[in-house]
């Protein structure tokens, strides 16, 4: 398994951009499916966006869909994702996720989850 920590959250206004990364250790980084997933209070978690092994798939929920932009580099053991145009509902604990299924949606399908990273997003 790979091992995830998580970077890049904070606190932004409304229409605003924070970009989020996601450092992997261990072996064969490039074999995994990378996610984004985030759970905000009292809700579910839910996939943001997912990528393939080499970046040649790419994937959004549909409330992130043009705001959001997941991108991996193998070569660094990283994955990000630019979120542009943020929102009050965009407001959770993101985490990076990786695993073998592709698309990876659901957290029944991830193989290891990083500690997580607050967005908070005000009005």
């Known amino acids: 398994q790979v091992q995830l920590v998580e970077s890049g959250g904070g606190l932004v206004q409304a229409g605003g951009s924070l970009r989020l990364s996601c450092a992997a250790s261990?072996?064969?980084?490039?074999?995994?499916?990378m996610a984004w997933f985030r759970q905000a209070p009292g809700k579910e978690r839910e996939v943001v966006a997912g990528?393939?092994?080499?970046?040649?798939?790419?994937y959004y929920a549909d409330s992130v869909k043009g705001r959001f932009t997941i991108s991996r580099d193998n070569a660094k053991n990283t994955v990000s994702l630019q979120m542009n145009s943020l929102k009050p509902e965009d407001t959770a604990v993101y985490y990076c996720?990786?695993?073998?299924?592709?698309?990876?949606?659901?957290?029944?399908?991830?193989?290891?989850w990083g500690q997580g990273t607050q967005v908070t997003v005000s009005s």
């Open positions: 996720a990786a695993g073998r299924t592709l698309p990876l949606r659901t957290p029944s399908q991830v193989d290891s």
């Open positions: 261990g072996r064969r980084f490039s074999s995994y499916v």
């Open positions: 990528i393939s092994w080499s970046s040649g798939s790419t």
